[in-house]
């Protein structure tokens, strides 16, 4: 399998961390590709991924699969130890509500932010647009507060243990500092929450 990957940038970083913590890291092949020279808007790279979305994993039999999501989706089923994506329906629905909530409500909000207001974005973002930044802005900041109220009573984001909600959550919180924002200095539990799941070294190279 081949994962095409950009470092630092949130997506394939979820997926890298993924592998990780399965301690599969080995069990790809990793492609670099730089967002910000552009390099997921080739026609090279569009033979692997169409829509230029970054990470793409290509099976040994061809088949590309994008969206972040999907490509753990795939891994958890090829690498099922140790279960991040739940072992019976009700922790499956957990994990994927907590996961969706944290991708929807904060990830995305705060990626609105960055993309609208942050120079270096310019380029890819045309127009940037403030009312769309401060509105992200502004989302992303209440769900840091929901997220620290969640976890003043849970040692995990979902099911009570450690699972992929876990993962995208602190891949968002560590995003956040190219905005000069860390959530985890400002709320105490998810500061805890934050302090924890660096320990474990699940995100470690």
Request: glycine share 4%; with cysteine.
């Amino acid at each position: 399998m081949k994962l095409y990957q950009s470092p630092k940038a949130p997506n394939p970083d979820r997926v890298v961390f993924f592998l990780r913590a399965k301690g599969k890291l080995d069990a790809v092949e990793m492609i670099d590709v730089s967002i910000m020279d552009q390099q997921h808007k080739t026609p090279e790279y569009r033979e692997v991924s169409p829509y230029s979305q970054v990470p793409a994993l290509v099976l040994d039999d061809g088949t590309a699969i994008t969206e972040s999501r999907a490509i753990c989706t795939y891994l958890e089923g090829i690498f099922p130890e140790p279960n991040l994506m739940g072992t019976d329906p009700k922790e499956k629905a957990l994990i994927e509500m907590w996961d969706r909530r944290i991708e929807l409500m904060f990830f995305i909000q705060f990626a609105g932010w960055f993309r609208n207001s942050h120079p270096m974005m310019a380029p890819l973002e045309v127009p940037q647009s403030p009312e769309a930044a401060a509105k992200g802005e502004k989302a992303a900041r209440a769900m840091a507060k929901r997220l620290d109220a969640h976890l003043a009573t849970h040692d995990f984001v979902a099911a009570d243990r450690f699972s992929i909600a876990d993962i995208t959550l602190y891949i968002a919180v560590g995003f956040a500092r190219v905005m000069k924002w860390e959530p985890h200095k400002e709320h105490e539990h998810l500061g805890r929450w934050h302090a924890a799941m660096t320990e474990r070294g699940f995100a470690k190279g």
